[in-house]
């Protein structure tokens, strides 16, 4: 558990430089919205290595932009071993995403793991990899993963009783 009893999330996809960095920070935002960052702490990792210490794709960045989403800060790391038993909640964009953390982390985690889409109400099980896609990609990961944060951070507050 983060400090004050209050609990953390990892976002997981690919690269780490498309999809997690983007809802790091929308989900980051959604927090500070809901006035909750004493409780709740967001990172991101990649199940891959091709990126580590990079920023964000630059199509990533200026599409967040767009929406007031700052992601220049964030630099692409490998998800761990370490992570899965660390982080209280940990979200995979796609199914390839979600396999690979069950693999990586013990069978007592894997309770910790699943896919965000699972708890944003539209109809997309996965977050499409915008890597090889032109802009509406990027768009298209942005609304779908709003909708997933701003389910999330409702239904935390309310499951740790924070409202
Ligand atoms: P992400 O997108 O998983 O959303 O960060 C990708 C970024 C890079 C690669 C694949 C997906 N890549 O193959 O390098």
């Not at 990172?43 to 929406?67: C, F, K, N, V, Y």
């Not at 995403?97 to 109809?123: F, M, V, Y």
Request: hydrophobic share 40%.
């Amino acid at each position: 558990m983060a400090k004050n009893d209050g609990i953390s999330v990892l976002m997981v996809c690919l690269g780490n430089i498309c999809r997690s960095p983007t809802a790091e920070a929308v989900f980051r935002d959604k927090v500070r919205a809901a006035a909750l960052e004493e409780f709740i702490t967001v990172d991101s990792a990649g199940t891959g290595s091709w990126h580590i210490g990079e920023p964000p794709d630059s199509r990533s960045m200026r599409a967040a932009l767009a929406r007031n989403y700052d992601m220049s800060a964030l630099r692409a790391r490998q998800v761990g071993v370490a992570d899965i038993a660390a982080f209280d909640y940990i979200f995979a964009m796609d199914r390839q995403n979600l396999l690979d953390l069950l693999d990586l982390g013990a069978p007592e985690h894997h309770g910790k793991i699943s896919l965000l889409l699972r708890h944003g109400g539209g109809s997309h099980e996965e977050v499409p990899d915008p890597y090889y896609s032109g802009p509406d990609g990027f768009e298209l990961v942005l609304d779908l993963v709003e909708d997933a944060s701003a389910n999330l951070v409702r239904r935390l507050a309310q499951k740790h009783g924070w409202r």
